[in-house]
Nanobody
Framework: QVQLVESGGGLVQAGGSLRLSCAGSGRTFGNCYMGWFRQAPGTEREFVAVISWSGNDSRYAESVKGRFTISRDNAKNTVYLAMNSLKPEDTAVYYC????????????????WGQGTQVTVSS
């Protein structure tokens, strides 16, 4: 059974930092793309970042470019999202997802999802 489990969310003041983790199990994730998405109440799921299986290539939403960094440790089946200079508009539930065929920012193409972790940024 494939599972993705996010952790690291919480409440932080604007300008602060958080690092999210997503641990995979039940399958080898070293050969898949891993993405982060977020969803605020009343909005659609929004692409945040994606990283290639090797970790050498990554892509970000314009809204987080320069503030967020996606990385991965294939030996640990884990992907990370380091979030700096957080803003109140970053408040959302953050989800990680695994994709073996590269869907990029299209959340509908991802194969497996975690349950999400809440990030709240206060002003």
């Amino acid at each position: 059974q494939v599972q993705l489990v996010e952790s690291g969310g919480g409440l932080v003041q604007a300008g602060g930092s958080l690092r999210l983790s997503c641990a995979g199990s039940g399958r080898t994730f070293g050969n898949c793309y891993m993405g982060w998405f977020r969803q605020a109440p009343g909005t659609e799921r929004e692409f945040v970042a994606v990283i290639s299986w090797s970790g050498n290539d990554s892509r970000y939403a314009e809204s987080v470019k320069g503030r967020f960094t996606i990385s991965r440790d294939n030996a640990k089946n884990t992907v990370y999202l380091a979030m700096n200079s957080l803003k109140p508009e970053d408040t959302a539930v953050y989800y990680c997802a695994a994709d073996w065929d590269y869907s990029g920012s299209n959340f509908q193409g991802y194969d497996y999802w975690g349950q999400g972790t809440q990030v709240t940024v206060s002003s």
